[in-house]
């Protein structure tokens, strides 16, 4: 009697480095698809770079009450302003691209972890973020004489690259949550208030004293408080966001607490999405 041997090395096939190696791969991947996208990278890292040219290059020079350049803090605002937009927009308008066209539900049917799927995204966002940093602080150190300690450059990129992660789930929760090609108009309806409340386009104290009543409980602008920390003292933080600047704990609280309920409501979403496929 012979014996059938089923050989599972196709089943299991993954790059070298195991699920390492799966995540590098589904990375480069992601950011493949984005570069052959062209409107994907003028969005992404040109509009940021056009807006500080545009806006914060001739302001530069100019100065605080506290003695912060304007150049520096529009540095944070425009910076903030791309990183967040670059989280919503690839985990909203993307995935949920991918979902109306049934890419999502494929994955399921293949080896590829859903935790794969997304880390690959998050991965290649944060090296689009680190392209938007390093953009924006070159322009802002040549052309707008913003001069920071080298230690002050490196922990404001790091706060405002982990900006991508932390509002990714707010980009997740539109994928999910919204239909899909109404996904783009939510993404647009959510984000360009939130940011013009954050006062990340134009300074709160130049705005009606509500909006900075508002941009208390926006993620958004605590978010941005703990960028302008690095850069400006709390008195100019005051006088530029036009809103009470709260203590550290209190934005981190807002930040990563807005991450977690948003990532918990996706999730729910997602999972409710797969049961009724599958039902």
Sequence with gaps: MSTTHTSTAGI?????????GLLALQTLTQLRSSLRTADFAVGAVVIPVLLYAMFGLPNASSRLPG?????????????AYGVVSLAVFVFGEDVAKERGRGWVRTLRATPLPTSVYLVGKAGAALVHGALIVLAMSVLAAVAGNVDLPVRTWLLLGAVQL??????????FAIA???RPRAATVVANVIF?????????FVPLGELPAVLG???QVLPTCHFGQLAYRL??????IAYWTGATVAPVAVNLAWVVGSAVVLGSLALLAARREAVTRRG
């Design 12 to 20: 299991d096939a993954r790059p070298n480095g195991g699920r390492a």
């Design 162 to 171: 982990a900006g991508v992660l932390v509002f990714s789930p707010l980009g």
């Design 67 to 79: 003695g912060t350049a304007v150049g520096a803090a529009m540095l944070v605002s425009l910076t």
């Design 231 to 236: 850069v400006m003292p709390e008195g100019d």
């Design 176 to 178: 999910y949550l919204a």
């Design 192 to 200: 360009l208030p939130l940011a013009f409340a954050s006062g990340f």
């Design 213 to 215: 009543d508002i941009a």
